[in-house]
């Protein structure tokens, strides 16, 4: 008998300390589905969560990262169109220039006023999520019980 799991990705939502108002950073991608996106990617077999979102950093932005604490889990199936992934997010830091690599077209360095409108998968609710957590220190509900 054989499974079909979801595959395991990480979010980074990046915040540059060394600057005013702490911007994240967002890239756009390269590749379908295009648009805006928190930097991040899948996980590789035989990697930990943590040693992904560095990674995947320094390979979409070209700076190392510091991991400040794990955020929330997104794992609703229909959040990337190519496949079900389960997303762990991460929030981290940074000082310094990010440069585009890898998958990564382009980069933003975003105020918290000037999100793009056209961000990947479910990236509008996870920054929703993250500004309300940074502004107000309310982490969303769970929703329990739906899908």
Known sequence: MSYK???PTVDIIIELIDRPHRPIIL????????????????VDYGESVEAAAKREAKEE???????????LVYSDP?????????SIVFLASATGTPLAGDDAKGVGI???WSIPKNLCFDHDKILGD???????????????GTN
């Open 5 to 7: 799991n979801p595959a």
């Open 27 to 42: 890239i756009e991608r390269h590749y379908e589905p295009l648009g805006w996106a928190i930097p991040g990617g899948f």
């Open 61 to 71: 932005i070209g700076l190392d990262i510091e991991l400040v604490e794990q955020f």
């Open 78 to 86: 229909q959040r990337d169109p190519r496949q079900h992934t389960v």
């Open 110 to 112: 975003i105020d918290p």
């Open 130 to 144: 993250y500004w309300q957590y940074r502004n107000y220190g309310i982490r969303p509900r769970l929703g329990l």
